[in-house]
């Protein structure tokens, strides 16, 4: 079995959803015998963000470039991002990588074409909802993406970065 890598700390919250899903899901399929090999390289929320914020996408890459730099280093065999805000720099990452990455954006979209769906919601920071990282792949495919309102949208972003990043779910 390959080792996997998640870049996570992007949302802490988020990170251990990953990684308590990949392990319950492969000791399932693997008769209750196995758990994955993985390694969890957490970088700062608030740093990349900031990056995200400022539109300095080369500082977001190469902060981001030395965490998948570590997960190669430590054995990891494909690589993953635990944050939909991170793609933004996704293919720029995937094409310095060693190793392959796995995108939020493509997988999501082909899972959405695959249900047969034809509309779907986005939700997720401003960043996400106002630019086209993530929607791109989904539009690619014929899908079409809905974000809310601006108004709805920013309070989408309060609850993502006050609350859910926190833990607090309500």
């Known amino acids: 079995m390959k080792k996997l890598g998640l870049v996570g700390g992007t949302g802490p919250e988020s990170t251990l959803v990953y990684y308590r899903e990949l392990n319950r899901r492969i000791h399932e399929r693997n008769g209750g015998k196995r758990f994955p090999e993985l390694a969890v390289e957490s970088v700062d929320l608030y740093k990349a963000l900031g990056f995200v914020a400022e539109r300095d996408y080369?500082?977001?890459e190469q902060y981001l470039s030395k965490a998948v730099a570590n997960l190669e280093a430590?054995?990891?065999d494909l690589i993953a991002l635990t944050a939909g805000?991170?793609?933004?720099?996704?293919?720029r990452l995937r094409s310095k990588a060693g190793v392959p990455l796995v995108g939020i954006p493509e997988t999501a979209a082909?899972?959405?074409?695959?249900?047969?769906?034809?509309?779907?919601?986005?939700l997720g920071t401003i960043f996400t909802m106002e630019q086209d990282f993530l929607?791109?792949?989904?539009?690619?495919?014929?899908?079409?993406v809905v974000v809310p309102p601006a108004?709805?949208?920013?309070?989408?972003?309060?609850r993502i970065s006050e609350e859910l990043e926190y833990g607090v779910v309500k």
Do not use: C, N, P
């Open 135 to 144: 929607s791109g792949a989904f539009v690619a495919k014929g899908i079409e």
């Open 58 to 60: 080369e500082g977001l």
């Open 85 to 91: 805000t991170m793609h933004v720099v996704f293919d």
């Open 110 to 122: 082909e899972a959405a074409l695959a249900k047969g769906y034809r509309r779907v919601g986005l």
């Open 151 to 158: 108004d709805h949208r920013a309070l989408v972003h309060r």
């Open 74 to 76: 430590g054995g990891a």
